[in-house]
């Protein structure tokens, strides 16, 4: 099934690392690179991480993204206030033939 | 600076037609693919089209696909979409997207508008 599964939530406080999980298959993130969007309270997505790994210029060395088989994870350490958003991870789908995108975790800094 | 503004969104009854448009300026926009993507209020993000840099690659979400049309005017900059056949479930924000490649393929949502909302009731 084409489909990427993310936790609905997530929390750490201030300084924490904290990761999220984003599960697919064989058809998306098994065979394909993983992009993982931020969206702010309010405003549109934006790119975090792309390409599994990399960060766009301007996002903190702090979020940090891997992939392994069908799973891929984002990583925020030092935690900080503004970090509160949802996060999306995204993959193309090859059954699919589109991009899919995981249902999102909202993050919350206690 | 790179822009992307949405309009044509609003209140719509179910089973009548809407057409959004997307207004782009600040980077070559023949050189890109372009992508719609939808976010039903408080829920997740839904690619719904894409399209690339020559308009001869689209590609349709299965929930649109033949009710949903994209397409771009290079010389004018825009990219649209056409949607028919309104449902409730199609009741969304949709923006518009740059993608980082100039086809549709393992791109990346490189740069999104701010989005236009469709509200659709009776």
């Known amino acids: 099934q084409s489909v990427l599964t993310q936790p609905p939530s997530a929390s750490g406080t201030p300084g924490q690392r904290v990761t999220i999980s984003c599960s697919g298959s064989?058809?998306?993130?098994?065979?394909?690179?993983v992009n993982w969007y931020q969206q702010l309270p309010g405003a549109a997505p934006k790119v975090l991480i792309y390409g599994n790994n990399y960060r766009p210029s301007g996002v903190p060395d702090r979020f940090s993204g891997s992939k392994s088989g069908t799973s891929a994870s984002l990583a925020i350490s030092g935690l900080q206030s503004e970090d509160e958003a949802d996060y999306y991870c995204?993959?193309?789908?090859?059954?699919?033939?589109?991009?899919?995108f995981g249902g999102g975790t909202k993050l919350t800094v206690l | 600076e790179v822009q992307l503004v949405e309009s044509g969104g609003g209140l719509v009854q179910p089973g009548r037609s809407l057409r959004l448009s997307c207004a782009v300026s600040g980077f070559i926009f023949d050189d890109y693919a372009m992508h719609w993507v939808r976010q039903a209020p408080g829920k997740g993000l839904e690619w719904v089209a894409g399209i690339s840099w020559n308009g001869r690659s689209i590609g349709y979400a299965d929930s649109v696909k033949g009710r949903f049309t994209i397409s771009r005017d290079n010389a004018k900059n825009s990219l649209y979409l056409q949607m028919n056949s309104l449902r409730a479930e199609d009741m969304a924000f949709y923006y518009c997207?740059?993608?980082?490649?100039?086809?549709?393929?393992?791109?990346?949502?490189?740069?999104w508008g701010q989005g236009t909302m469709v509200t659709v009731s009776s």
């Open positions: 997207v740059k993608d980082k490649e100039r086809v549709v393929g393992e791109g990346l949502f490189e740069i």
């Open positions: 995204a993959a193309w789908d090859d059954y699919l033939n589109g991009p899919l």
């Open positions: 064989n058809s998306n993130i098994g065979s394909n690179i």
